[in-house]
């Protein structure tokens, strides 16, 4: 079945140092809808950014994406980092017929702490 | 104005108690998810549904029940809580379509501590 895989559980930077997030997925459809989500402590979890376009950067409030279809990838990037982006990241598949029966398949979540 | 309302927000319970964690949403979504969240799990779906009268069963649907008894309302029930069901429990809702249309809108979460 599809499955999401964030290698990362914890990542602990430097303010100002760049941030980069790792996301690969598996599914045997090629339609692959990919999604970043983020969860800030004491908030929902709500949409960063999304993308099924093949090697188009898709970006929202400083962070970045690139979904590439031939390595399964959908890493999320920001050029510094910033103590305000401590949270946890997750990444997400869907299909584009929603034969995973309408549903996300999450990764496990990679802690992002920010330092100063 | 919140789309997804929890309640409660905190939850103490004693094993063996029943316990029912109610959702509320405005989005007129059809679909509507209950996940918990571990650390080192992350959001695992329990059970989701696809409309009044519908419950299907997650990846971890074991020791939980759902009820979904209209569009805007979806229950997780607890019937004899366990300390293992001791988590944060997430309801989301989404227009339950693929591709494009199946981001999902979370709500704020019940913490639930089973002692």
């Known amino acids: 079945g599809d499955s999401v895989t964030q290698k990362e559980g914890l990542v602990t930077l430097t303010e100002g140092l760049p941030v980069m997030l790792n996301c690969t997925y598996q599914?045997?459809?090629?339609?692959?809808?990919l999604f970043w989500y983020v969860h800030y402590l004491n908030e929902s979890p709500r949409l960063l950014l999304k993308s099924s376009t093949d090697n188009k950067r898709t970006e929202h409030q400083g962070f970045h994406a690139t979904l590439h279809k031939s390595s399964s990838s959908f890493h999320l990037q920001k050029s510094s980092a910033q103590l305000s982006d401590s949270a946890l990241y997750y990444c997400a598949l869907s299909d584009l017929y929603g034969s995973s029966g309408n549903k996300l398949i999450f990764g496990i979540g990679t802690l992002l702490s920010v330092k100063p | 104005e919140a789309a997804v309302t929890q309640s409660p927000r905190n939850k103490v319970a004693v094993t063996g108690g029943k316990v029912t964690l109610s959702c509320n949403q405005t989005?007129?979504?059809?679909?509507m998810y209950w996940y918990r969240q571990d650390t080192g799990h992350g959001l695992r779906l329990i059970h989701y549904s696809y409309g009044a009268g519908s419950t299907e069963k997650g990846d971890i649907p074991d020791g939980y029940k759902a009820s979904r008894p209209s569009q805007e309302n979806f229950s997780l029930i607890l019937e004899l809580a366990t300390p293992s069901q001791t988590s944060v429990y997430f309801c989301a809702s989404g227009e339950g379509t693929g591709g494009n249309y199946a981001e999902q809108f979370f709500g704020p979460g019940t913490r639930l501590t089973v002692l």
């Open positions: 599914t045997i459809y090629s339609n692959a809808f």
């Open positions: 989005n007129n979504h059809n679909n």
